[in-house]
């Protein structure tokens, strides 16, 4: 079993709609939850963090993390066809590994 | 553009034969990783360099991988007797301080071993 699971999609979805992006872990004892958005042929680029259980938002995109059920989600208002990539999460206990899942694929059709 | 640059973007090599690749951090961001992305899949952790001291390495990293980052700058990861499946996408990311979350992205070097 992978320690993030990740859903690779594709997601194809049309211009406007709310997207919803999700993860699970194994291991209780991550603590730091990222989501980063990783364009083709492109290295991956930081869209958000966040620590322990909560909310965190940020313009269209809004990170969730449900410690109790080991669930991490990304969501996306309004979403734009510039939107279109492979949106990974990511997770760490506070070390130095940081331990990514597959990625899911979104499309977003003008 | 993060402002972590990797050299080169692309090489094709032949098996057995030794590549390096050259990652240039954010200037004075002290942590320094090196992942290996491949197709359909994430980025996994390779090495972790926190200044010029190595501080983490994966099972992943072989004998036949060796990483340096003298001097706390640039980081350059060296793969010997390349075998085809060493073949994939070999990131690089920096961050400043001590926060492992932040990290930012070079462009990557995609090999290819034929």
């Known amino acids: 079993q992978k320690e993030v699971e990740q859903d690779p999609g594709p997601l194809s979805v049309p211009e406007g709609a709310i997207v919803s992006l999700n993860c699970t872990y194994s291991?209780?004892?991550?603590?730091?939850f990222m989501w980063y958005r990783q364009y083709s042929r492109k290295g991956p680029e930081l869209l958000m963090y966040?620590?322990?259980?909560g909310n965190k938002e940020d313009g269209r995109f809004t990170a969730q993390v449900d410690k109790s059920s080991k669930y991490i989600s990304l969501f996306i208002r309004d979403s734009q066809p510039s939107d279109s990539a492979t949106y990974l999460c990511?997770?760490?206990?506070?070390?130095?590994?940081?331990?990514f899942g597959a990625g899911t694929r979104l499309f977003v059709k003008a | 553009d993060t402002g972590v640059s990797q050299d080169p973007r692309h090489k094709i090599t032949k098996r057995g034969q030794n590549v390096t690749f050259r990652c240039d951090p954010i200037?004075?961001?002290?942590?320094l990783y090196w992942y290996r992305q491949t197709l359909g899949q994430g980025p996994e952790f390779l090495t972790y360099?926190?200044?010029?001291?190595?501080?983490?390495k994966s099972r992943l990293l072989s004998d036949r991988f060796s990483a340096e980052r003298p001097k706390g700058s640039f980081s350059t990861l060296e793969i010997q007797r390349t075998e085809q499946g060493d073949s994939a996408m070999y990131l690089c990311?920096?961050?400043?301080?001590?926060?492992?979350?932040?990290?930012?992205f070079g462009p990557g070097t995609r090999l290819l071993v034929l």
């Open positions: 291991n209780s004892a991550f603590q730091y």
């Open positions: 360099f926190q200044n010029e001291a190595q501080l983490e």
């Open positions: 990511a997770t760490n206990t506070g070390g130095f590994k940081t331990i």
């Open positions: 966040t620590y322990s259980s």
């Open positions: 200037s004075e961001h002290n942590r």
């Open positions: 990311a920096t961050g400043p301080g001590q926060y492992q979350e932040t990290q930012y």
